[in-house]
């Protein structure tokens, strides 16, 4: 590598900008080795390149072997599996000289072994790999900020030696196999020096940062951070180095150009020139080996976080942590804050969230008309203290169902259910009963203007009239209000709390228990599951994510935080306003049917993604879940978002509802699957102008027509109507339109 002198790392950064970490020379040392060795790979793969170009026709075997060589640098293997892949390629070199020995005697029979092209795949390393990995080489595609050039540029020259192998053109061809075999063996020794750094090279890295708040917190609660800081670190560093690379290859290329240009094209290029020729490509091996490195570190940096997490979540969940520290707990579960120095968000933006971190939501009153929009931290906290229900369990579902551990789980999440549904019983109660006065109170005054009318008045027998019969609409009302009370008081109500105190019944017999680190734990995976599903299965690290993205005052659109989501679902709630809503008490007449509303857990995920997820819909002991990206990377899309997961929320808490016999049930799902079956057998041009395709399911038909009635709600919803007429009767016998709205027809 080359040497240069580093760029001031100590210049003062402004509140509103962000500060360079500054690398210490320990740190730089060991980022210069590790970089040295894959400068070497980088060496070995240009190597194997020649010997496809100069052997027109390889042998299966080492074709095979070449190809997997170059897969292993995809994603570097750790320690433990460049140890026995190195014990693999040892034993197949002696194998292969075997033959080679026995080819040579014809009076002995070659040996049976074979070189399997599986023996050597490593399928742990390529089945993980994942599918933006080409994006992200290209998205890291940054220079370096090397210290020493010509020291470190002798060291990665390749020396002569007695173990080197031929040049692939002077390779025999019954050889060739051992050379290549030889080539992944070198490979693997150049990893294996490479990993050997790692330890001190974390422990360097972490050093730099150990005065941070949320590390000393961790530390002191028995959770090793320095996994977490130390991969950070290694990564701004290696960015830096990136970036200083990609500025020194910009300028010798603009270099050796100039050479070029004032030299005559018959005569052949000085030393300089080759001098600088030589450095170009050494230039390029670094920046390759640099996009490799933090290409490699991003999955252990992914891992990292996680853990991390998990940990926090359990600290904050049981309490361990002081009052005056949970922020900076609630600030790493929700945006990826890790540092309080200005290495990836300016200071007066880490002062802002931490601000809004100071504020969180550690009780949910259950109010029914509230809308529950909860940050990681506080889903998780609530979840685990029992105050909302805990998100089902899928390992027990799946792999433990029946077991004690399953029963415990499940009683335990009808016992808080029971809780919840009682509350919000308990509130249509009462909003009933202040109906009920209020209709009272209208008859009682109903009933004195009729004692003041004056008998001898002509007028008085039709204002009589007209006041006896709102007298007797109300009382009809009231008797309705009063019948719904009664049914909630005396039958609802007690339901629910016979159901959970039988659940706690069964749970006292138990000896398990529910503890609140395993269901913090459970949910803080949950999180990454959620999380990878709303950024389209990649995982990118957060924090990182934050400092690209994050701009609170940009106006984009990019940022889902609590109050524009609140706005957003307020408002499709207004277009919809039954999507949250069960009925209590039917009644042919929409506007005397009692509901009762049931908010889902709406969590603001902490990633970058285009996708939002229906989790679970409205069915039992559940009230739902839906989960957003907290940054969107096209800006402006969160209604698109919501319009999606609404439409599959409605769609599945339908399809939960209709039973066992789908088809025959009184449910949106089933007007909607008829009408797309009386659509089966038309022609194309007619059903796709009614916006039905046959080759795609009922659930993404749906989202289409939902989208179309949810943006024309206000007008009747006049798109889904011209679109198709059949499903717009369908679809409004179970959605209502908005206040003040009619039908159309």
């Not at 018959?266 to 020139?273: F, G, V, W």
Request: net charge negative; with cysteine.
């Amino acid at each position: 590598m080359t040497q240069q002198a580093a760029p001031n790392q100590d210049q003062p950064a402004s509140s509103d900008t962000t500060a360079p970490l500054v690398i210490p020379k320990e740190l730089t040392k060991l980022v210069r080795q590790r970089l040295q060795r894959l400068v070497q790979v980088e060496r070995l793969e240009h190597t194997r390149q020649q010997v496809r170009q100069n052997h027109a026709e390889l042998p299966d075997a080492v074709d095979s072997e070449l190809s997997r060589q170059s897969r292993e640098l995809q994603r570097i293997p750790d320690s433990e599996k460049v140890d026995a892949m190195l014990q693999k390629l040892a034993s197949h070199i002696e194998k292969e000289k075997k033959k080679n020995v026995a080819a040579q005697t014809p009076d002995e029979d070659p040996p049976d072994d074979e070189l399997e092209d599986d023996d050597l795949d490593d399928d742990d390393d390529d089945d993980d790999l994942d599918d933006d990995d080409d994006d992200d080489q290209e998205d890291d595609e940054e220079g370096d900020e090397p210290d020493s050039k010509k020291d470190t540029a002798q060291d990665t020259q390749p020396q002569p030696s007695e173990d080197a192998p031929p040049a692939p053109e002077a390779v025999a061809e019954p050889t060739l196999i051992i050379e290549i075999l030889e080539l992944g063996c070198k490979q693997l020794g150049l990893l294996q020096e490479r990993n050997a750094l790692t330890d001190e090279m974390l422990q360097a890295a972490a050093a730099c940062v150990a005065e941070e708040p949320l590390y000393k917190l961790l530390e002191s609660h028995g959770c090793d951070p320095s996994p977490l800081y130390g991969w950070a670190v290694y990564s701004l560093a290696l960015e830096r180095f990136s970036e200083f690379t990609k500025e020194k290859l910009a300028a010798v290329r603009d270099t050796l150009s100039e050479a070029e240009q004032g030299r005559s094209r018959k005569a052949d290029p000085d030393e300089r020139e080759l001098t600088l020729r030589d450095e170009v490509q050494l230039l390029t091996y670094l920046q390759s080996a640099e996009r490799r490195e933090l290409q490699s570190v991003q999955p252990v940096l992914v891992n990292a976080y996680w853990r991390v997490y998990e940990e926090a979540a359990v600290l904050l969940a049981t309490g361990k942590a002081a009052a005056e520290h949970r922020v900076y707990l609630r600030a790493l579960m929700r945006f990826g804050v890790i540092f309080q120095s200005p290495f990836l968000l300016p200071t007066e933006t880490t002062k802002q969230l931490m601000s809004q971190c100071e504020q969180a939501v550690e009780d949910w009153g259950h109010a029914v008309d509230a809308t529950c929009v909860l940050y990681p931290d506080e889903y998780i906290d609530l979840s685990a203290r029992g105050v909302i229900t805990s998100s089902i369990d899928e390992d027990l579902e799946l792999n433990n169902r029946g077991s004690a551990q399953w029963t415990t789980d499940k009683m335990w999440r009808k016992i808080i259910y029971g809780r919840i549904a009682g509350s919000a019983l308990g509130q249509v109660l009462s909003q009933l009963n202040e109906e009920s006065d209020g209709v009272t109170q209208k008859i009682e005054k109903l009933e004195k203007k009729i004692t003041k009318l004056d008998p001898g008045k002509a007028s008085s027998k039709q204002k009589k009239e007209k006041l006896l019969e709102k007298i007797q609409d109300n009382k009809a009302k009231l008797a309705r209000l009063k019948r719904s009370a009664d049914l909630i008081e005396q039958k609802f109500l007690p339901n629910e709390a016979e159901i959970a105190n039988g659940a706690q019944a069964k749970l006292d017999k138990l000896d398990e228990s529910i503890q609140p680190a395993s269901i913090a734990r459970r949910e803080a995976k949950g999180m990454r599951r959620h999380a990878r599903l709303c950024a389209h299965l990649k995982e990118p690290f957060f924090p990182f994510v934050m400092r690209d993205k994050y701009n609170p005052t940009a106006g984009t659109g990019a940022v889902n935080d609590r109050e524009t989501l609140l706005a957003e679902i307020a408002e499709i709630e207004n277009r919809d306003p039954r999507v949250f809503k069960d009925i209590l008490v039917h009644a042919n007449k929409p506007a005397n049917r009692v509901y009762i509303r049931h908010s889902p857990y709406i969590l603001l995920i902490p990633t970058c993604g285009d996708r939002s997820m229906s989790l679970n819909p409205r069915s039992g002991t559940e009230v739902g879940r839906l989960a957003f990206p907290f940054l969107n990377i096209r800006p402006g899309a969160l209604a698109k978002l919501i319009y999606q997961v609404i439409a599959d929320f409605r769609y599945d808490t339908s399809k939960e509802s209709a039973g066992v016999d789908l088809m025959t049930s009184d449910t949106l799902v089933a007007a909607y699957a008829t009408v797309r079956w009386n659509y089966r057998k038309r022609g194309k041009e007619i059903r796709e102008k009614a916006g039905i395709y046959n080759e795609e399911k009922d659930r993404e038909n749906w989202q289409r027509h939902y989208e179309l009635y949810i943006t024309s709600a206000t007008d009747g919803g006049k798109k889904l109507f011209f679109k198709c007429q059949e499903l717009y009767e369908a679809v409004l016998k179970y959605m209502d339109l908005p206040d003040g709205v009619q039908k159309l027809a």
